[in-house]
Protein backbone atom coordinates (compact mmCIF):
# COMPACT_ATOMS: atom_id res chain seq x y z
CA UNK A 1 0.00 0.00 0.00
CA UNK A 2 1.45 3.40 -1.16
CA UNK A 3 2.67 5.35 1.77
CA UNK A 4 0.06 9.05 2.15
CA UNK A 5 1.15 12.23 1.94
CA UNK A 6 0.21 13.07 5.00
CA UNK A 7 2.45 9.95 6.40
CA UNK A 8 5.08 11.89 5.22
CA UNK A 9 6.75 14.91 6.57
CA UNK A 10 5.86 18.14 4.73
CA UNK A 11 7.01 18.84 1.35
CA UNK A 12 8.27 22.15 2.08
CA UNK A 13 10.69 19.87 4.43
CA UNK A 14 14.39 18.93 3.90
CA UNK A 15 14.64 16.58 1.44
CA UNK A 16 15.56 13.05 2.19
CA UNK A 17 17.70 11.24 0.13
CA UNK A 18 17.03 7.59 0.54
CA UNK A 19 17.36 7.58 -3.24
CA UNK A 20 21.70 7.77 -2.56
CA UNK A 21 20.57 4.50 -0.37
CA UNK A 22 19.49 2.40 -3.16
CA UNK A 23 22.08 3.57 -5.31
CA UNK A 24 24.41 2.09 -2.84
CA UNK A 25 22.86 -1.41 -2.36
CA UNK A 26 22.44 -1.15 -6.92
CA UNK A 27 26.78 -0.72 -6.42
CA UNK A 28 27.41 -3.23 -4.21
CA UNK A 29 25.47 -5.63 -6.09
CA UNK A 30 27.02 -4.84 -9.10
CA UNK A 31 30.15 -4.96 -7.18
CA UNK A 32 29.37 -8.72 -6.27
CA UNK A 33 28.29 -9.59 -9.85
CA UNK A 34 31.92 -8.92 -10.96
CA UNK A 35 33.78 -10.47 -8.56
CA UNK A 36 31.75 -12.97 -9.39
CA UNK A 37 32.99 -12.71 -12.68
CA UNK A 38 36.52 -12.74 -12.22
CA UNK A 39 37.22 -15.43 -9.96
CA UNK A 40 38.02 -17.67 -12.72
CA UNK A 41 40.11 -15.33 -14.89
CA UNK A 42 42.25 -14.69 -11.78
CA UNK A 43 42.81 -18.31 -11.06
CA UNK A 44 42.90 -20.46 -13.97
CA UNK A 45 46.09 -19.63 -15.34
CA UNK A 46 48.46 -20.18 -11.87
CA UNK A 47 45.96 -22.83 -9.84
CA UNK A 48 43.25 -23.95 -12.34
CA UNK A 49 45.19 -24.83 -15.21
CA UNK A 50 48.12 -26.84 -14.12
CA UNK A 51 45.44 -28.59 -12.36
CA UNK A 52 43.05 -29.43 -15.38
CA UNK A 53 45.46 -28.69 -18.42
CA UNK A 54 43.57 -26.30 -20.14
CA UNK A 55 44.48 -24.43 -22.54
CA UNK A 56 43.77 -20.64 -23.97
CA UNK A 57 40.49 -22.40 -26.13
CA UNK A 58 39.50 -24.13 -23.21
CA UNK A 59 39.35 -21.11 -21.22
CA UNK A 60 38.25 -19.01 -24.34
CA UNK A 61 35.34 -21.39 -24.76
CA UNK A 62 34.36 -21.33 -21.30
CA UNK A 63 34.20 -17.18 -21.08
CA UNK A 64 32.42 -17.28 -25.03
CA UNK A 65 29.72 -19.91 -23.25
CA UNK A 66 29.19 -17.70 -20.51
CA UNK A 67 28.63 -14.67 -22.36
CA UNK A 68 26.46 -16.18 -25.24
CA UNK A 69 24.27 -18.05 -22.40
CA UNK A 70 24.13 -14.50 -20.37
CA UNK A 71 22.92 -12.81 -23.81
CA UNK A 72 20.39 -15.62 -24.60
CA UNK A 73 19.22 -15.35 -20.85
CA UNK A 74 19.03 -11.21 -21.00
CA UNK A 75 16.32 -11.24 -22.92
CA UNK A 76 14.22 -13.07 -20.43
CA UNK A 77 15.74 -11.52 -17.61
CA UNK A 78 14.81 -8.36 -18.43
CA UNK A 79 11.17 -9.68 -19.07
CA UNK A 80 10.98 -11.49 -15.88
CA UNK A 81 12.22 -8.22 -13.91
CA UNK A 82 9.50 -6.37 -15.88
CA UNK A 83 6.84 -9.05 -14.80
CA UNK A 84 8.45 -10.17 -11.38
CA UNK A 85 9.14 -6.52 -10.41
CA UNK A 86 12.23 -5.27 -8.62
CA UNK A 87 12.39 -5.93 -5.51
CA UNK A 88 11.53 -10.43 -6.40
CA UNK A 89 13.25 -10.16 -9.62
CA UNK A 90 16.57 -8.85 -8.11
CA UNK A 91 16.86 -11.68 -5.42
CA UNK A 92 16.09 -14.21 -7.76
CA UNK A 93 18.90 -13.37 -10.10
CA UNK A 94 21.27 -12.59 -7.05
CA UNK A 95 20.58 -15.67 -5.67
CA UNK A 96 20.44 -17.58 -8.93
CA UNK A 97 24.20 -16.37 -9.52
CA UNK A 98 25.77 -16.74 -6.04
CA UNK A 99 24.36 -20.15 -6.12
CA UNK A 100 26.08 -20.80 -9.49
CA UNK A 101 29.71 -18.79 -8.27
CA UNK A 102 29.95 -21.54 -5.37
CA UNK A 103 28.81 -24.12 -7.49
CA UNK A 104 32.03 -23.69 -9.34
CA UNK A 105 34.23 -24.95 -6.44
CA UNK A 106 33.00 -28.75 -6.92
CA UNK A 107 34.03 -28.97 -10.43
CA UNK A 108 37.31 -30.59 -9.12
CA UNK A 109 35.74 -33.12 -7.09
CA UNK A 110 33.15 -33.79 -10.09
CA UNK A 111 35.77 -34.28 -12.25
CA UNK A 112 37.84 -36.90 -10.10
CA UNK A 113 34.69 -38.20 -9.63
CA UNK A 114 33.71 -38.91 -13.15
CA UNK A 115 37.33 -40.63 -14.31
CA UNK A 116 37.36 -42.55 -11.21
CA UNK A 117 40.53 -40.64 -9.40
CA UNK A 118 41.06 -40.25 -6.07
CA UNK A 119 42.47 -37.00 -5.60
CA UNK A 120 43.43 -33.92 -7.37
CA UNK A 121 47.26 -35.04 -7.70
CA UNK A 122 45.92 -37.43 -10.24
CA UNK A 123 44.90 -34.74 -12.20
CA UNK A 124 48.05 -33.30 -11.92
CA UNK A 125 50.16 -36.12 -12.77
CA UNK A 126 48.21 -36.93 -16.05
CA UNK A 127 50.17 -36.43 -19.46
CA UNK A 128 49.10 -37.38 -23.24
CA UNK A 129 45.80 -38.17 -23.62
CA UNK A 130 44.83 -38.27 -20.10
CA UNK A 131 45.46 -34.63 -20.00
CA UNK A 132 43.94 -33.95 -22.87
CA UNK A 133 40.17 -36.34 -21.19
CA UNK A 134 40.56 -34.37 -18.34
CA UNK A 135 41.11 -30.89 -19.40
CA UNK A 136 37.61 -31.72 -22.20
CA UNK A 137 36.03 -33.05 -18.83
CA UNK A 138 36.72 -30.82 -16.76
CA UNK A 139 35.20 -27.78 -19.22
CA UNK A 140 32.21 -29.25 -19.13
CA UNK A 141 31.79 -29.68 -15.62
CA UNK A 142 33.14 -25.81 -15.32
CA UNK A 143 30.55 -24.88 -18.46
CA UNK A 144 27.60 -26.50 -16.10
CA UNK A 145 28.63 -23.78 -13.21
CA UNK A 146 29.18 -20.88 -15.38
CA UNK A 147 25.71 -21.23 -17.56
CA UNK A 148 24.30 -20.95 -14.10
CA UNK A 149 26.32 -18.23 -12.97
CA UNK A 150 25.18 -16.40 -16.41
CA UNK A 151 21.48 -16.94 -15.76
CA UNK A 152 21.48 -14.98 -12.05
CA UNK A 153 23.71 -12.05 -13.26
CA UNK A 154 21.70 -11.40 -16.75
CA UNK A 155 19.21 -9.91 -14.16
CA UNK A 156 21.30 -7.12 -12.53
CA UNK A 157 21.45 -4.63 -14.84
CA UNK A 158 18.03 -5.25 -16.01
CA UNK A 159 16.82 -4.54 -12.79
CA UNK A 160 19.28 -1.77 -11.39
CA UNK A 161 17.99 -0.12 -14.56
CA UNK A 162 14.73 -0.22 -13.78
CA UNK A 163 15.36 0.75 -10.24
CA UNK A 164 16.82 3.41 -11.11
CA UNK A 165 14.36 4.31 -13.53
CA UNK A 166 12.11 4.42 -10.18
CA UNK A 167 13.82 5.85 -8.45
CA UNK A 168 15.91 9.22 -10.23
CA UNK A 169 14.61 11.94 -12.49
CA UNK A 170 15.63 11.81 -16.04
CA UNK A 171 18.56 14.18 -15.17
CA UNK A 172 20.30 12.60 -12.72
CA UNK A 173 19.53 8.86 -13.62
CA UNK A 174 22.93 8.39 -16.11
CA UNK A 175 24.92 10.09 -12.89
CA UNK A 176 23.36 7.41 -10.52
CA UNK A 177 23.99 4.37 -13.39
CA UNK A 178 27.50 5.48 -13.56
CA UNK A 179 27.88 5.26 -9.72
CA UNK A 180 26.32 1.97 -9.63
CA UNK A 181 27.53 0.50 -12.87
CA UNK A 182 31.15 1.72 -11.44
CA UNK A 183 30.88 -1.66 -9.15
CA UNK A 184 32.04 -3.24 -11.94
CA UNK A 185 35.24 -1.36 -12.29
CA UNK A 186 35.52 -1.25 -7.95
CA UNK A 187 34.76 -5.31 -8.28
CA UNK A 188 37.51 -5.81 -10.61
CA UNK A 189 39.40 -3.29 -8.67
CA UNK A 190 39.26 -5.36 -5.23
CA UNK A 191 39.26 -8.99 -6.91
CA UNK A 192 43.54 -9.17 -7.42
CA UNK A 193 44.10 -8.52 -3.58
CA UNK A 194 41.28 -10.89 -2.25
CA UNK A 195 40.88 -13.81 -5.13
CA UNK A 196 44.69 -14.54 -5.86
CA UNK A 197 45.72 -14.17 -1.96
CA UNK A 198 42.71 -16.44 -0.95
CA UNK A 199 43.53 -19.36 -3.35
CA UNK A 200 47.14 -19.00 -2.17
CA UNK A 201 46.50 -19.16 1.75
CA UNK A 202 44.13 -22.50 1.19
CA UNK A 203 46.13 -23.82 -0.84
CA UNK A 204 48.97 -23.36 1.21
CA UNK A 205 46.74 -25.36 4.21
CA UNK A 206 45.55 -28.37 2.28
CA UNK A 207 41.90 -27.06 1.67
CA UNK A 208 42.03 -28.70 -2.22
CA UNK A 209 44.03 -26.29 -4.67
CA UNK A 210 42.84 -23.18 -3.06
CA UNK A 211 40.92 -21.82 -5.94
CA UNK A 212 37.65 -23.61 -4.32
CA UNK A 213 37.50 -21.42 -1.36
CA UNK A 214 37.60 -18.38 -3.35
CA UNK A 215 34.79 -19.21 -5.26
CA UNK A 216 32.64 -20.04 -2.41
CA UNK A 217 33.44 -16.77 -0.05
CA UNK A 218 32.88 -14.33 -2.90
CA UNK A 219 30.09 -15.92 -4.42
CA UNK A 220 28.38 -15.92 -0.55
CA UNK A 221 28.68 -12.30 -0.51
CA UNK A 222 25.89 -12.38 -2.66
CA UNK A 223 23.72 -13.54 0.13
CA UNK A 224 24.60 -11.67 2.73
CA UNK A 225 23.32 -8.48 -0.17
CA UNK A 226 19.61 -10.48 -0.28
CA UNK A 227 19.22 -9.09 3.46
CA UNK A 228 20.02 -5.89 2.96
CA UNK A 229 17.97 -5.73 -0.06
CA UNK A 230 14.71 -7.73 1.65
CA UNK A 231 15.18 -4.81 4.21
CA UNK A 232 15.32 -1.82 2.40
CA UNK A 233 13.54 -1.96 -0.63
CA UNK A 234 10.47 -0.81 -1.90
CA UNK A 235 8.92 1.52 -4.48
CA UNK A 236 9.73 5.42 -3.80
CA UNK A 237 5.45 5.55 -3.19
CA UNK A 238 5.58 3.35 -0.75
CA UNK A 239 8.53 4.15 0.89
CA UNK A 240 8.45 5.62 4.28
CA UNK A 241 11.74 6.43 4.36
CA UNK A 242 11.29 8.89 1.32
CA UNK A 243 9.70 11.71 2.21
CA UNK A 244 7.57 14.07 0.16
CA UNK A 245 9.97 16.25 -1.15
CA UNK A 246 12.53 13.82 -1.97
CA UNK A 247 9.21 11.88 -4.05
CA UNK A 248 7.91 15.35 -5.63
CA UNK A 249 11.95 15.48 -6.43
CA UNK A 250 12.34 11.81 -7.95
CA UNK A 251 8.68 12.77 -9.77
CA UNK A 252 9.83 15.79 -11.14
CA UNK A 253 9.13 14.76 -15.01
CA UNK A 254 5.90 14.83 -14.68
CA UNK A 255 5.96 18.63 -14.95
CA UNK A 256 9.45 18.85 -16.79
CA UNK A 257 8.93 21.92 -18.95
CA UNK A 258 11.91 21.30 -21.61
CA UNK A 259 9.26 18.29 -23.09
CA UNK A 260 6.98 19.27 -25.65
CA UNK A 261 3.38 18.62 -24.85
CA UNK A 262 3.17 15.59 -27.28
CA UNK A 263 5.78 14.01 -25.38
CA UNK A 264 4.42 14.25 -21.65
CA UNK A 265 0.95 12.88 -23.13
CA UNK A 266 2.80 10.06 -24.93
CA UNK A 267 4.71 9.40 -21.60
CA UNK A 268 1.78 10.08 -19.76
CA UNK A 269 -0.09 7.28 -21.69
CA UNK A 270 2.69 4.73 -21.64
CA UNK A 271 3.21 4.92 -18.24
CA UNK A 272 0.96 1.58 -17.56
CA UNK A 273 1.77 -0.06 -21.32
CA UNK A 274 4.14 -3.06 -21.69
CA UNK A 275 5.44 -3.15 -24.91
CA UNK A 276 5.24 -6.60 -26.30
CA UNK A 277 8.48 -8.33 -26.66
CA UNK A 278 8.44 -9.07 -30.56
CA UNK A 279 6.93 -5.07 -31.25
CA UNK A 280 9.89 -3.92 -29.46
CA UNK A 281 12.15 -4.89 -32.78
CA UNK A 282 9.87 -2.61 -34.73
CA UNK A 283 11.79 0.76 -32.98
CA UNK A 284 14.98 1.83 -33.99
CA UNK A 285 15.81 2.96 -30.77
CA UNK A 286 16.10 -0.87 -29.71
CA UNK A 287 18.46 -1.50 -32.71
CA UNK A 288 20.66 1.69 -31.63
CA UNK A 289 20.45 -0.03 -28.17
CA UNK A 290 21.36 -3.23 -29.68
CA UNK A 291 24.56 -1.98 -32.01
CA UNK A 292 25.44 0.28 -29.72
CA UNK A 293 26.07 -3.02 -26.88
CA UNK A 294 26.64 -5.56 -28.98
CA UNK A 295 29.95 -3.33 -30.77
CA UNK A 296 31.35 -2.15 -27.21
CA UNK A 297 30.50 -4.81 -24.63
CA UNK A 298 32.75 -7.52 -26.02
CA UNK A 299 35.37 -5.34 -25.15
CA UNK A 300 35.38 -4.40 -21.60
CA UNK A 301 34.17 -8.26 -21.33
CA UNK A 302 37.90 -9.09 -23.48
CA UNK A 303 39.84 -6.56 -20.57
CA UNK A 304 37.75 -8.47 -17.90
CA UNK A 305 39.01 -11.56 -19.18
CA UNK A 306 41.67 -11.30 -20.66
CA UNK A 307 44.20 -8.85 -18.62
CA UNK A 308 45.42 -11.51 -16.19
CA UNK A 309 46.33 -13.93 -19.17
CA UNK A 310 47.88 -11.43 -20.97
CA UNK A 311 50.21 -10.08 -18.14
CA UNK A 312 51.45 -13.63 -17.45
CA UNK A 313 51.62 -13.71 -20.68
CA UNK A 314 53.81 -11.24 -22.52
CA UNK A 315 55.31 -9.87 -19.13
CA UNK A 316 55.80 -13.24 -17.46
CA UNK A 317 53.80 -12.16 -13.84
CA UNK A 318 51.47 -14.12 -12.13
CA UNK A 319 48.38 -12.17 -11.43
CA UNK A 320 49.10 -13.28 -7.50
CA UNK A 321 52.47 -11.77 -7.17
CA UNK A 322 53.19 -8.18 -5.69
CA UNK A 323 53.49 -6.07 -9.03
CA UNK A 324 50.82 -8.25 -11.23
CA UNK A 325 48.57 -7.49 -8.11
CA UNK A 326 49.27 -3.82 -8.46
CA UNK A 327 48.80 -3.89 -12.62
CA UNK A 328 45.09 -4.78 -11.80
CA UNK A 329 44.37 -2.86 -9.31
CA UNK A 330 46.40 0.19 -11.15
CA UNK A 331 44.30 -0.85 -14.49
CA UNK A 332 40.66 -0.65 -12.56
CA UNK A 333 41.31 2.39 -10.42
CA UNK A 334 42.01 4.01 -13.66
CA UNK A 335 38.26 2.62 -14.80
CA UNK A 336 37.13 4.46 -12.11
CA UNK A 337 37.37 8.07 -13.63
CA UNK A 338 33.99 6.79 -15.31
CA UNK A 339 31.95 7.36 -12.48
CA UNK A 340 31.70 11.46 -13.95
CA UNK A 341 31.04 9.78 -17.20
CA UNK A 342 27.96 9.71 -16.38
CA UNK A 343 27.35 13.42 -15.14
CA UNK A 344 28.64 14.54 -18.58
CA UNK A 345 25.56 14.78 -19.88
CA UNK A 346 24.20 16.86 -17.20
CA UNK A 347 26.65 18.96 -17.55
CA UNK A 348 25.63 19.89 -20.90
CA UNK A 349 22.16 20.05 -20.17
CA UNK A 350 22.73 22.81 -17.16
CA UNK A 351 25.17 25.01 -19.10
CA UNK A 352 22.66 24.83 -22.35
CA UNK A 353 19.85 26.35 -19.55
CA UNK A 354 22.01 28.87 -18.44
CA UNK A 355 21.78 30.02 -21.86
CA UNK A 356 18.36 29.88 -21.98
CA UNK A 357 18.32 26.80 -24.45
CA UNK A 358 16.62 23.54 -23.74
CA UNK A 359 18.27 20.41 -24.77
CA UNK A 360 16.82 16.65 -24.65
CA UNK A 361 18.63 14.21 -22.71
CA UNK A 362 19.47 12.28 -25.97
CA UNK A 363 21.13 14.61 -27.40
CA UNK A 364 22.90 15.42 -24.18
CA UNK A 365 24.34 11.63 -23.87
CA UNK A 366 25.13 11.27 -27.80
CA UNK A 367 27.22 14.03 -27.13
CA UNK A 368 28.90 12.54 -24.53
CA UNK A 369 29.05 9.26 -25.78
CA UNK A 370 30.55 10.37 -29.10
CA UNK A 371 33.74 12.17 -26.81
CA UNK A 372 34.06 8.61 -24.73
CA UNK A 373 34.44 6.64 -28.67
CA UNK A 374 37.42 8.71 -28.93
CA UNK A 375 39.46 7.40 -25.75
CA UNK A 376 39.42 3.32 -26.70
CA UNK A 377 41.72 4.62 -29.78
CA UNK A 378 44.43 4.24 -27.56
CA UNK A 379 44.01 0.82 -27.37
CA UNK A 380 46.15 1.04 -30.95
CA UNK A 381 49.10 2.19 -29.34
CA UNK A 382 48.85 -0.79 -26.75
CA UNK A 383 50.85 -3.38 -27.73
CA UNK A 384 53.55 -0.72 -29.14
CA UNK A 385 53.85 1.10 -26.05
CA UNK A 386 54.61 -1.94 -23.96
CA UNK A 387 58.35 -2.18 -24.91
CA UNK A 388 58.41 1.72 -23.32
CA UNK A 389 57.39 -0.12 -20.24
CA UNK A 390 54.93 -3.06 -19.14
CA UNK A 391 52.72 -0.51 -17.16
CA UNK A 392 51.88 1.49 -20.67
CA UNK A 393 49.22 -0.77 -21.68
CA UNK A 394 47.46 -1.28 -18.43
CA UNK A 395 47.41 2.52 -18.73
CA UNK A 396 45.49 2.76 -21.63
CA UNK A 397 43.30 -0.59 -21.31
CA UNK A 398 42.33 1.56 -17.94
CA UNK A 399 41.70 4.44 -19.86
CA UNK A 400 39.88 2.57 -22.55
CA UNK A 401 37.99 0.80 -19.43
CA UNK A 402 36.85 3.94 -17.86
CA UNK A 403 35.57 5.15 -21.08
CA UNK A 404 33.61 1.95 -22.13
CA UNK A 405 31.88 2.24 -18.35
CA UNK A 406 31.36 5.89 -19.16
CA UNK A 407 29.76 5.00 -22.81
CA UNK A 408 27.61 2.42 -20.69
CA UNK A 409 25.94 4.22 -18.47
CA UNK A 410 24.64 6.94 -20.76
CA UNK A 411 23.57 4.22 -23.06
CA UNK A 412 21.58 2.52 -20.27
CA UNK A 413 19.83 5.91 -19.45
CA UNK A 414 19.18 5.98 -23.75
CA UNK A 415 16.92 3.48 -22.48
CA UNK A 416 15.08 5.41 -19.56
CA UNK A 417 14.90 8.30 -21.86
CA UNK A 418 12.60 6.90 -24.91
CA UNK A 419 10.83 3.74 -23.38
CA UNK A 420 8.15 3.52 -21.12
CA UNK A 421 9.04 2.30 -17.38
CA UNK A 422 6.72 -0.51 -18.09
CA UNK A 423 9.80 -1.51 -20.53
CA UNK A 424 12.60 -0.44 -20.02
CA UNK A 425 13.94 -4.40 -18.45
CA UNK A 426 12.89 -5.39 -21.59
CA UNK A 427 15.25 -3.13 -23.68
CA UNK A 428 18.18 -3.56 -21.31
CA UNK A 429 17.76 -7.44 -21.54
CA UNK A 430 17.80 -6.83 -25.40
CA UNK A 431 21.01 -4.67 -25.03
CA UNK A 432 22.56 -7.09 -22.78
CA UNK A 433 21.40 -9.82 -25.28
CA UNK A 434 23.51 -8.01 -27.64
CA UNK A 435 26.54 -7.15 -25.66
CA UNK A 436 26.62 -11.24 -24.76
CA UNK A 437 26.87 -12.28 -28.67
CA UNK A 438 29.44 -9.64 -29.00
CA UNK A 439 31.49 -11.00 -26.12
CA UNK A 440 31.04 -14.35 -27.07
CA UNK A 441 32.40 -13.72 -30.35
CA UNK A 442 35.51 -11.93 -29.20
CA UNK A 443 36.34 -14.30 -26.45
CA UNK A 444 35.78 -17.38 -28.18
CA UNK A 445 37.92 -16.19 -30.94
CA UNK A 446 40.63 -14.64 -28.76
CA UNK A 447 41.04 -18.17 -27.67
CA UNK A 448 41.80 -19.55 -30.33
CA UNK A 449 43.97 -16.82 -31.65
CA UNK A 450 46.26 -16.57 -29.28
CA UNK A 451 46.96 -20.79 -29.07
CA UNK A 452 46.98 -20.24 -32.51
CA UNK A 453 49.90 -17.29 -32.31
CA UNK A 454 51.80 -19.18 -29.94
CA UNK A 455 51.79 -22.82 -32.29
CA UNK A 456 52.39 -20.70 -35.48
CA UNK A 457 54.67 -18.07 -34.16
CA UNK A 458 51.84 -15.78 -36.01
CA UNK A 459 53.46 -12.15 -37.14
CA UNK A 460 51.27 -9.30 -37.01
CA UNK A 461 53.31 -5.57 -37.87
CA UNK A 462 56.22 -6.20 -35.72
CA UNK A 463 55.24 -8.88 -33.30
CA UNK A 464 55.04 -12.46 -33.34
CA UNK A 465 53.64 -15.23 -31.44
CA UNK A 466 50.69 -14.40 -28.62
CA UNK A 467 51.66 -10.49 -28.39
CA UNK A 468 50.75 -10.65 -32.28
CA UNK A 469 47.29 -11.94 -31.46
CA UNK A 470 46.94 -9.72 -28.67
CA UNK A 471 47.70 -6.47 -30.95
CA UNK A 472 45.19 -7.87 -33.36
CA UNK A 473 42.99 -7.64 -30.69
CA UNK A 474 43.13 -4.53 -29.34
CA UNK A 475 42.79 -2.78 -32.54
CA UNK A 476 39.45 -4.37 -33.00
CA UNK A 477 38.64 -2.84 -29.78
CA UNK A 478 39.80 0.77 -30.19
CA UNK A 479 37.92 1.04 -33.12
CA UNK A 480 34.72 -0.59 -31.72
CA UNK A 481 33.21 2.58 -30.43
CA UNK A 482 33.21 5.16 -33.14
CA UNK A 483 31.44 2.66 -35.12
CA UNK A 484 28.56 1.97 -32.48
CA UNK A 485 28.10 5.64 -32.14
CA UNK A 486 28.08 6.37 -36.08
CA UNK A 487 25.23 3.12 -36.63
CA UNK A 488 23.17 4.62 -33.09
CA UNK A 489 23.21 8.10 -34.74
CA UNK A 490 22.12 6.78 -37.81
CA UNK A 491 19.11 4.85 -36.51
CA UNK A 492 18.51 7.58 -34.12
CA UNK A 493 19.22 11.22 -35.40
CA UNK A 494 17.02 12.79 -33.03
CA UNK A 495 15.63 12.40 -29.94
CA UNK A 496 11.59 10.75 -29.87
CA UNK A 497 9.68 9.08 -26.84
CA UNK A 498 8.23 5.75 -27.78
CA UNK A 499 4.84 5.87 -28.63
CA UNK A 500 2.89 2.87 -27.81
CA UNK A 501 -0.28 2.74 -26.11
CA UNK A 502 -1.21 -1.17 -25.51
Known sequence: MAVSTAARLDSSARMSNFRWTICALLFLATTVNYMDRQV???????????EFH??????????AVFSIVYAVANLFAGRFIDWMGTKKGYLWAIGVWSGGACLHAVCGVATEGYLGLDNAAGLVKATGDVAVTIATVSVYFFLVARTILALGEAGNFPAAIKVTAEYFPKRDRAYATSIFNAGSAVGALIAPFTIGPLAKYFQSIGWGNG??????????????????????????????????AELAYIEQDDDAPGETAKQKAVEED????????FSCFKYPQTWAVFFGKFLTDGVWWFFLFWTPAYITDVFKLSTSSGEGMLMIFVLYLITMLSIYGGKLPTIFIDRAARRGVTVNPYSARMKAMLIFAVFPLLALAAQPLSSVSPWMPIIIIGIA??????????????????FP??????????????????????NLGSGVLFDYAAQTNMAFMSY???PAGYFVVFCICGVAYLVGWAIMKLLVPKYKVIEYKG
Open 40 to 50: LSLTWKEFISP
Open 421 to 442: KSTIATIIGIGGMAGGIGSFLI
Open 464 to 466: EGK
Open 54 to 63: WTDANYGLIT
Open 401 to 418: GAAHQSWSANIYSVVGDM
Open 211 to 244: WEMAFIIIGALGFVWMGFWMVLYKKPGENSRVNA
Open 270 to 277: SKAATIPF
